[in-house]
């Protein structure tokens, strides 16, 4: 069989396959990934198992065995490269993956903090399955735990604490619900622009300095940055002898980001 009609055979069979289905087969490879020869395809391995969606529980060399026959479900499919990604995981803990797929972004969930981690916060969640591995199904990342900056977790949350966050995504290498904490609080930054324009001159104090500038607290948890050409009329002069931290400065606004939630000021304007 030709390329061309080869092409035309593997997209015509992944065609009849569709996110959510279950598809069986037997493992050709297990190296940095498993390569899985589908029931109904014969020719070449199309599925693919990433590494951390072999198992949650079993070892990899226990849980892909070249020969072995799997179960598993689609996560994707890629006429363009002619394979499908594949969840083993999802099969072993059907439970816990129906009640992840179930989720939809922004809906709001329970639960109680868990571990807190170097990584970010495990949640313990009031409704739903046990994680086979970790101590909660949720967790919460750094940056989505507060709009704004702190040293220490201690400062957000602390374990055994009841929280309400929001639904992110769905994990699926580590059968997890992404949450964020912060999205249930208002974003101070858009509060606070809202009633601020470019050009208006604001006070705040240095909270850091930087060799690219120096943020600046115009409001409580909002900080703007003043890039080093707009700190002084000499570009060439470090930021440090020019200002200090905790030095209180007058700035004016040069640039509103709401998007990327960045406020832009110049002192050499003020």
């Not at 690219?212 to 570009?235: C, N």
């Amino acid at each position: 069989m030709g390329d061309a009609s080869a092409d035309q055979a593997i997209r015509s069979f992944l065609t009849s396959i569709q996110v959510g289905d279950r598809c069986g087969g037997v493992v050709a490879v297990s190296r940095s990934e498993v390569t899985v020869t589908l029931d109904g395809f014969a020719a070449r391995p199309l599925g693919v198992v990433g590494p951390l969606d072999v198992s949650w529980q079993r070892r990899r060399a226990d849980a892909a065995v070249v020969g072995q026959r799997i179960t598993a479900e689609v996560l994707s499919v890629d006429l363009e490269e002619g394979r499908v990604c594949l969840s083993v995981a999802a099969t072993e803990n059907p439970e816990l993956w129906a009640f992840l797929k179930r989720l939809r972004y922004g809906q709001r969930l329970t639960g109680t903090v868990a571990t807190i981690e170097s990584f970010g916060v495990f949640v313990t969640l009031d409704e739903g399955p046990d994680h086979p591995v970790y101590p909660g199904v949720g967790f919460i990342t750094y940056p989505e735990l507060s709009w704004r900056r702190f040293e220490a977790v201690s400062e957000v949350v602390e374990v055994g604490q009841p929280v309400h966050c929001e639904f992110l995504q769905f994990d699926t290498w580590n059968g997890e619900a992404r949450l964020s904490l912060r999205a249930t609080q208002p974003d101070p930054f858009l509060w606070f622009v809202d009633d601020i324009a470019v050009g208006q001159r604001l006070t705040g104090q240095v909270t850091k300095v930087l060799p690219f500038g120096v943020f600046v607290r115009v409001a409580e948890d909002v900080e703007g940055l003043v890039h080093l050409p707009e700190l002084s009329a000499d570009p060439g002069r470090p930021p440090e002898d020019v200002v200090q931290v905790g030095e209180v400065l007058t700035v004016v606004v040069t640039d509103i980001d709401r998007e990327r939630r960045r406020l832009s000021l110049s002192l050499r304007q003020a």
